[in-house]
């Protein structure tokens, strides 16, 4: 049994290590996992992941619809860090997205998903990511792409990116939909110097 002294530490309190998208407020904790929604939640994936750096594992559904265009993306981040993986069923999906969280060598592990998963394959991923960045070279990200307004239960946070080029030409609306320890709010957001950013008031 732990003892008082054992317990306490002179140490400061150390943040959890996150990643933030131009303000302090846009903040995604490492190690945990996230869900992406909205039209536009490849670009805001992309934008994180390119933040991050790689190596990346891009998780889809084999025969999916929608893909990424290596061509495209290629003056955000280099395809050659993204390690694309198509497994035949949903279910080899989120096994395959729980086996790259846990090697830990992947910054980033994202998974494009047609439908939110339920409560008990999310609680194993944050396990996964967990154990991964322990275990691994670096606290890998997980990020859930989800259609619509998403709605997974058990996540670090929902973000939702939509299009509002109405504003100016490349601007989005990033909303934060939820966080255990922050309300909901919304940003413009636009390209910057260091990737999707905030608009200036």
Avoid: Y
Avoid at 47 to 58: F, L, Y
Avoid at 87 to 94: G, S
Avoid at 108 to 128: F, G, Y
Avoid at 150 to 168: D, F, K, Q
Wanted: proline share 9%; charged share 20%.
């Amino acid at each position: 049994m732990h003892n008082a002294a054992a317990l306490l530490s002179r140490h400061p309190h150390q943040p959890a290590p996150q990643i933030t998208l131009g303000d302090p407020e846009i903040a995604l904790r490492l190690g945990r996992v996230h869900e992406l929604c909205g039209q536009a939640r490849r670009t805001l994936a992309l934008s994180i992941a390119a933040q991050i750096g790689g190596p990346i594992v891009w998780i889809r559904l084999d025969g999916a619809s929608e893909f990424i265009n290596a061509d495209a993306i290629a003056e955000q981040i280099n395809p050659g860090h993204i390690l694309f993986v198509t497994p035949a069923k949903r279910d080899l999906l989120l096994w395959a997205m729980e086996e790259a969280l846990r090697d830990g060598r992947a910054t980033v592990v994202i998974a494009d998903l047609a439908s939110p998963p339920a409560m008990v394959p999310i609680r194993r991923l944050h396990l996964a990511a967990e154990a991964g960045s322990g275990a691994g070279a670096c606290r890998p990200l997980a990020l859930l792409l989800t259609p619509d307004q998403g709605g997974a239960p058990g996540i670090e946070t929902r973000w939702s990116l939509e299009p509002a080029h109405h504003t100016g030409m490349d601007h989005w609306t990033l909303s934060r939909l939820r966080a255990r320890m922050a309300p909901p709010r919304d940003w413009v957001m636009t390209h910057t110097q260091t990737g999707l950013g905030p608009c200036s008031p």
